[in-house]
């Protein structure tokens, strides 16, 4: 029977494998999508990367998910007189576990309650059934950083079309009446280049050269509310509040109090994707409403 103590990472906890080793690792915090490494004291620092010292004082090696062969989170379970228990510690000789069955009566009879969990320590010899699972974090991360590439993480923008070539706008026309697009290489004979920067690929378009200019931006609902998204957050959608219900805003604790780019004050929320509902595209013609 494997042995959650012979193991490198014994009960529970996200592994990353590097280069051919494996190292317990995180998510590095403020810097999505990378993974940190974190080598146990003693080990040598993982080839090539550069450590960073996080707010807790812990250092740790971040690396981009692409440079990874594996990572995954590692949990065990076992069983003890044919219930089943979630491993929170290994002993030489003992294996803690959290009771994730639904027998009220064998809870209480043979383990203690901790907070809403019932949690019992036991004898080695008397565990069956002892496995290692495995959660695949990698892929996930490689799939939601393709789809918010996909959608620009979900930033409003506006779009200008051009003799059929579609380029980044302004939402707003400036004190002439022209509208700024970013071609890139592009250069359109029939445009005015940005005077005080001619060489960056901005230029600037009167409203009747354009075949079309529109506005994309995202609504979600979270916990039930409605949003307006302005981005991401470490993988995660943030929106702002554009509800009406002062309460939700007072006493859910739900959202931050921030000031936006204007100087107004706003709330916002910083959601997981799978946690959100009615995530729609909108798209609103600007040409219209000249």
Request: net charge negative; aromatic share 10%; glycine share 10%.
């Amino acid at each position: 029977m494997t042995d959650p103590a012979s193991q490198p990472f014994p009960v529970k906890g996200e592994v990353a494998a590097f280069h051919g080793g494996l190292y317990p690792a995180r998510a590095a915090a403020g810097l999505w999508p990378y993974v940190e490494l974190l080598p146990e004291p003693g080990r040598p620092a993982p080839v090539g990367l550069a450590p960073r010292e996080s707010a807790d004082g812990s250092v740790g090696y971040p690396v981009p998910p692409e440079r990874l062969e594996a990572w995954y989170a590692v949990t065990w379970t076992f069983r003890w007189r044919g219930e089943l228990f979630g491993c929170a510690a290994a002993a030489p000789t003992t294996l803690t576990g959290d009771y994730l069955g639904s027998d009220e009566h064998f809870a209480r009879e043979h383990l203690k309650r901790r907070g809403i969990r019932y949690r019992g320590i036991f004898p080695r010899d008397e565990v069956t059934e002892l496995d290692q699972h495995r959660e695949d974090l990698l892929q996930p991360l490689h799939a939601l950083v393709r789809r918010l590439a996909e959608v620009d993480h979900f930033r409003p923008k506006a779009y200008a079309v051009h003799r059929g070539r579609t380029y980044e706008a302004a939402a707003e026309a400036d004190a002439s009446g022209l509208i700024a697009l970013t071609t890139g290489h592009d250069r359109p004979e029939d445009l005015i280049a940005v005077a005080q920067d001619p060489g960056t690929g901005h230029f600037l378009a009167a409203l009747e050269q354009l075949d079309a200019w529109y506005r994309i931006h995202w609504t979600f609902r979270a916990d039930g509310s409605p949003f307006d998204a302005v981005g991401t957050v470490d993988g995660r959608i943030k929106g702002v509040y554009t509800g009406g219900s002062w309460g939700f805003v007072a006493h859910s604790g739900y959202l931050t109090e921030e000031r936006g780019p204007d100087g107004v004050r706003r709330y916002t929320v910083v959601a997981d994707l799978d946690g959100v509902t009615d995530l729609e595209q909108h798209r609103t013609d600007l040409l219209a409403n000249q």
